[in-house]
Each structure stands twice: as structure tokens, then as C-alpha cells.
């Protein structure tokens, strides 16, 4: 994959080290900008545009998590990539779960490490990049997206309230060829009933009383880009009619008009609602059922994708923590521990409101589980913070076992290597522990 014409920003104190990388890199056409102190690099990182920063973690002045999390604090970061000693793996770890784009040990082979900088800046792959999450379940699902990206076919997302539906969508815009198009996102719930058409489809001047002019509607201004209909399930009878004519003929009229417009975007759909079942009914036509299902897509709930808890609970709690003055370092082992054996019927939008609320009002220095869950009465919150010894154990084996998991992609022999233990041992307190390489 070609890096030519990229401009990549190199952290690294080894002159032998930096001279080499700068070398080679140079030869493959990138402009380098490297720094020897980590306080030079937050400088001129902010003020200059980078399509990757290559990090060493342990620097003279500053660490190069430090560094990072300056760097994400900034809207469009570059991806990062940190390079490091063996010591720094659990390290390299968190920030990957942090959100750093990979780490290498070092010494690396120079080719590999040349590839996955070429993937990680290739527009299309690097929108991508662990943008929904860790979890096997839920790269099965960047995997399928990204492939559909290249049709125009209606595509039909399903899924628990909460569970990510909207973020796949704009997943699938992003990586499509039409990115760069609008996405026009309309909650079909959300609207009352007699506006919805209106806003969906528009009206001419004159169509009603209050239409002084002429509204575009989404569907219209979705231009050549997506049409997300969340909540579809909500539609009114007579709208699915319509929505149906829109799908078939790719044209609609204006509330009023006379003349058809042309629809020229993908459909969208989503819903948390049983649409078989609501056909079964007569509370849905079939025939726009069929329409709008030619390609399916499942967004998994967060019970199925328990190796994203942690990472989602470390960006959701940078984001709150970047808008409020806070006092919080962080998030407590004990505060995970919580997250990894609660339900979450609200799956990501419960985590997220609930890691917002800890931020703003928490009062140490870590996140709690009392924070998390303030519902919890004084006892069952004790309870959960003491457990008995081999509770605790098991429960940090268990949380380190799926941190290494996540951070090999679910190889379990690259695992046992991070956490130093045999194949065969990993195996074994994986089935103990009742974790599987697909966790």
C-alpha cells in the first residue's frame, strides 16, 4: 500500500532508532517530522495536519500516553501508532483500548511496520479502524459493512435499543464512495405523525395552511448520499405507502406537487422492533418489508461484546472528562470489574450515560462502581467491592485474559505470548473462566 506523499510525525529519543525509521520511510516517499522530546511534539503537533504519529512510549521529557491523550483531546487526531520495549506492553495495551490506532515491539520487522501504516492511512481503511469496536462480534460487523459499502442495495440494520444502529449506518456512509455525500438521518418515532411525511417527503408552497414556501424534505436533501430511517417500525400505513412508491419508482412528490423528484440516495432503515411480527399483524406491509431488507445487518448487544465495555468505558470517559473540569485520573479496576458483570439492557447509550454522570459528578480520583451505579444500596455496593479473595482474583484474571485477547485480535497463541503463559494454560483458564477466543 503506497505511503507516498504522506507526512508522518516520528516521536522517538533513539537517534539510532529515529535515523533508521526516518530513513526508510524516506525512501518510500513520506515526509517525516521527527522529534526527540515529547513536549516539541505537542507543539507542533496541534498546528500541523499528519496522516499518522509514530510514538515511542517512554520519552526523555513527557510519557507518550501523555502525549496521546493531549493529541485526542483535538478533533481528527492522526491515528497513533507507539513503538515500544517489551516492559511496555500492558501499556501499549490500554492505549490501544484508549483508542491508539497499534503498537510494535521492539526490534520490528521494518516491512510489517511499513504495511499497517499503509493500511491505517489509506482513507477508506482507516475510517474503519476499530471505529466500532474490539470484539470479534463487532469486527464481524465492520467486516460485512464495509463490503456492502459497495452496492446500492436498501440495507435493513436490526438491533436492541441502544445498541449502536445510527453509529452502523454512518459507518456504512463513511465507507462508501459516497462519503463525502450527506447523511441525512430522520427518527421516524421521534416526529408526530401528520409532520413526518412532510418532513420526509417536503411540501410545495401553498399545500397547507402554515406552507409559505417550498421545504425540501430528507429525502431530497439526501441528495446522492444516505437516507436513514430509524425506528421504521413507526411508520403510519400511508407513509409506508409512499415510502414504497419511493423505493420502487426512485422518485416521490412533494407534498402538493405535481411533478416527481427524483430520489438519487440509499436507503437506510433501522429498527429494534420485531418487522416479521408487525407484518404478521398488519401493522407493516409486507412488500416494503421485502423492499427495505435486501441486505440485513444485526448490530450486537454490549452483553455479546464484553472485551468493548472497557475500551468504550476509556473514550467515553476521555470525551466527558475533555468538556468539565473534573478531578477524576481515571477509571478503578473495581469500577471495570462492575461494568463486565452488569446486564446493560441499555447497551452503549446506558454505558455512556452512565460514564458521563460518573465524570460530572464523581469526587475522588477514579471512577467507582458506586459512580457507575449510584442506584445500588450501600451494602450490595460493599458486596461488590469486597467479594471474597478468589473472586477478585478470578474476576482480574478473567478482565486481563480478554485485554490480551483484544489486543491480539482473539489469537489466542499471541495472547498466551503478551501474558507469558503456555497455549495450552491460556486454554485452560479460558474454559474455566468461561471465555472463548470469540468472547
Same mark, same amino acid.
Given at each position: ?37 515529547? $513536549? ?32 485526542? $483531546? ?68 465492520? $467486516? ?24 452502523? @449506518? ?19 418515532? @421521534? ?165 458521563? $454522570? ?24 460493599? /458486596? ?29 497463541? /499471541? ?21 472463548? @477466543?470469540?468472547?
Amino acid at each position: 500500500m503506497s505511503l507516498s506523499e504522506r507526512v508522518i510525525g516520528l516521536v522517538e529519543d533513539d537517534q539510532i532508532m529515529g535515523e533508521s525509521i526516518v530513513q526508510r520511510l524516506s525512501l518510500e516517499g513520506v515526509t517525516v517530522k521527527w522529534w526527540q522530546r515529547g $513536549r516539541d511534539a505537542a507543539r507542533e503537533m496541534s498546528s500541523n495536519k499528519f496522516d499518522a504519529i509514530v510514538c515511542d512510549i517512554r520519552l526523555p521529557d513527557v510519557s507518550g500516553e501523555d502525549l496521546f491523550r493531549e493529541a485526542a $483531546r483535538s478533533s481528527g487526531s492522526p491515528p497513533f501508532v507507539f513503538i515500544t520495549g517489551y516492559s511496555d506492553i500492558d501499556q501499549a495495551v490500554r492505549l490501544m483500548r484508549a483508542g491508539a490506532a497499534d503498537y510494535f515491539t521492539k526490534p520490528f520487522e521494518i516491512d510489517d511496520f511499513l504495511v499497517r501504516l499503509g493500511e491505517l492511512m489509506s482513507p477508506r481503511l482507516a475510517t474503519g479502524s476499530h471505529v466500532l469496536g474490539l470484539a470479534p462480534a463487532i469486527k464481524d460487523l465492520e $467486516r460485512l459493512l464495509t463490503r456492502i459499502a459497495k452496492l446500492n442495495s436498501t440495507v435493513l440494520i436490526t438491533g436492541e435499543t441502544g445498541s449502536g444502529k445510527e453509529v452502523a @449506518a454512518r459507518f456504512l456512509h463513511a465507507m462508501s464512495s459516497t462519503g463525502d455525500r450527506p447523511f441525512m438521518a430522520v427518527n421516524c418515532a @421521534a416526529i408526530p405523525g401528520e409532520l413526518l411525511e412532510s418532513e420526509l417527503l417536503g411540501h410545495e408552497k401553498g399545500a397547507f395552511t402554515g406552507a409559505s414556501q417550498r421545504h425540501l424534505g430528507y429525502a431530497e436533501r439526501a441528495g446522492e448520499g444516505i437516507l436513514f430511517l430509524d425506528e421504521i417500525g413507526e411508520l403510519r400505513s400511508e407513509l409506508q405507502a409512499k415510502l414504497l412508491r419511493l423505493i420502487e419508482d426512485k422518485s416521490f412528490f412533494r407534498i402538493g406537487g405535481e411533478r416527481p423528484v427524483p430520489f438519487k440516495g440509499r436507503l437506510v432503515a433501522a429498527t429494534n422492533a420485531d418487522l416479521p411480527k408487525l407484518v404478521s399483524a398488519g401493522r407493516f406491509r409486507e412488500d416494503l418489508y421485502y423492499r427495505i431488507n435486501v441486505v440485513s445487518v444485526r448490530t450486537p448487544p454490549l452483553r455479546e461484546r464484553l472485551q468493548d465495555i472497557p475500551w468504550l468505558m476509556e473514550r467515553f470517559f476521555a470525551e466527558s472528562a475533555s468538556r468539565v473540569e473534573t478531578s477524576l485520573k481515571g477509571i478503578s479496576s473495581l469500577a471495570e470489574e462492575a461494568a463486565l458483570s452488569y446486564g446493560w439492557p441499555g447497551n452503549i447509550r446506558e454505558l455512556r450515560n452512565r460514564m458521563e $454522570r460518573a465524570v460530572v459528578l464523581g469526587l475522588g480520583q477514579w471512577v467507582m462502581p458506586g459512580d457507575l451505579f449510584p442506584e445500588q444500596s450501600d451494602d450490595s455496593a460493599l /458486596a461488590l467491592q469486597m467479594g471474597s479473595l478468589e473472586d477478585i482474583r478470578q474476576s482480574a484474571e478473567k478482565r486481563h485474559i480478554l485485554r490480551a485477547l483484544a489486543a491480539t485480535g482473539g489469537e489466542v497463541g /499471541a495472547a498466551s505470548k503478551l501474558l507469558g503463559i503456555g497455549r495450552t494454560t491460556l486454554w485452560e483458564k479460558m474454559r474455566r473462566l468461561g471465555l472463548s @477466543a470469540e468472547t
